[in-house]
């Protein structure tokens, strides 16, 4: 149910304070000292405006784990951090390798409501890297998928590759690619070097990852097509990403929260909270990574929010499994790594979290605050600093790294086209 809503003193990507009129689904007005008989106010002074936020890079796990996450339990998290739109990847059981999957996917984002879901595809059938998957049928299907992945697993047979990136040239897909190299990360269990070696743990290098995307890159300018490399980790890699884009190839980037803001330093504790896929990095790559999506180089911010269960999490080390849940604490991560140092700001950010990844992810109606458009939209209170709660998460999983972590900023309300899903920093239904 939507009504019309009167938002006062908010500053719309952190400009100058402005009231929002919201009617319907719609950003009806935006001025100084509107007024609306009749329209529910709600007071947002002191209060960043931003456009609802799109990820391109959630794991929902269902079908098929539901003890870790549900469609209803991730967007819920989704909202409370501030996302209206969370692409779902495909690596669920059984795998979203048909329109089937895909539609089912899209009609359980539906039925939760609190916040769009858009299927990605998968690649290859099974994400068995061997044959592509019906990547016609599902852009065809009720999910229109444009974004394709083997997530979890790289397509790493450079045959399937380009004919992969040949095949969604005719619709505008694009191929999101994980890159990792098989063979060269083989066992591996953290990023290769010094703390690998202290650790006598199998080291990930590198080149693992810049290796495929230098490949890719080069694949998609031979075929004229789009790639996005999913989950950027390497200062090496966002070199050749630079190098890509200054040719003016078809290549766009992410960077994951926890790889901006943590190094390889914490594993040195044991703690599989810390083990993901890639691994965290050095602080010179951190810093590179942040510089890389301040200047544009990495189009934008990507949760890759990796829900398990405690049983999968609290084991050794090496059986533990890979991933980090990170949908309510993304913007708080960004404000702490860029906006804090004066890497991005509010507008950046909204670029970065909402426009960017929308037009990567072919999506309109998203990433502007303006009459006219859509009044899918988060409020976020810059000023206090607190711990992160885990225990205050609507995700079902409870395996984030920023757990007692002191961040920035609260996320005080998200609307949905107009319809609010988040209200005093929680569900509002
Ligand atoms: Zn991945």
Sequence with gaps: MTATWLITGARPLGGDPADVLVSGETIAEIGAGLDAPGAQRLDCAGLILLPGLVDLHTHLREPGREDAETVASGTAAAALGGYTTVHAMANTEPVADTAGVVEQVWRLGRQAGRCDV????????????????????????????????????????????????????????????????????????????????????????????????????????????????????????????????????????????????????????????????????????????????????????????????????????????????????????????????????????ADRMSARPAAIGRLSGHGRVAPGEPASLVLYDPSPREAVDPGSHASKSRNTPFAGMVLPGRVVATFLRGRPTVLDGKLAW
């Design 118 to 349: 858009q299927p990605v595809g998968a690649v290859t059938a099974g994400l068995e890297g061997s044959r592509l998957a019906e990547l016609g049928a599902m852009a065809d299907s009720a999910a229109r998928v444009r974004v394709f992945s083997d997530d979890g697993r790289c397509v790493h047979d450079a045959v399937l590759m380009r004919r992969a990136l040949e095949y969604v040239r005719a619709f505008g897909g694009v191929i999101a690619q994980h890159a990792q190299e098989p063979r060269l990360t083989s066992g591996a269990q953290v990023n290769e070097g010094e703390i690998s070696g202290r650790l006598g743990l199998t080291g990930w290098p590198a080149v693992a990852e810049e290796a495929i995307i230098a490949r890719d890159c080069l694949l998609a300018a031979h075929v004229g097509s789009a790639l996005h490399v999913c989950h950027v980790s390497t200062a090496g890699s966002v070199e050749i990403i630079r190098w890509a884009k200054s040719k003016g190839w078809q290549v766009t980037a992410e960077v994951t929260p926890h790889h901006l803001l943590l190094t390889e330093a914490l594993a040195a504790g044991y703690d599989p909270v810390f083990k993901v896929n890639p691994p965290l990095r050095t602080a010179e790559d951190a810093q590179a990574l942040r510089a890389g999506l301040a200047d544009g180089t990495i189009d934008c911010v990507a949760t890759d929010h990796a829900p398990h269960p405690l049983e999968d999490k609290e084991t050794e080390w090496e059986v533990a499994a890979f991933g980090m849940t990170g949908l309510e604490t993304a913007l708080r991560v960004v404000h702490e790594a860029l906006v804090e140092p004066g890497l991005l700001d509010w507008a950046g950010v």
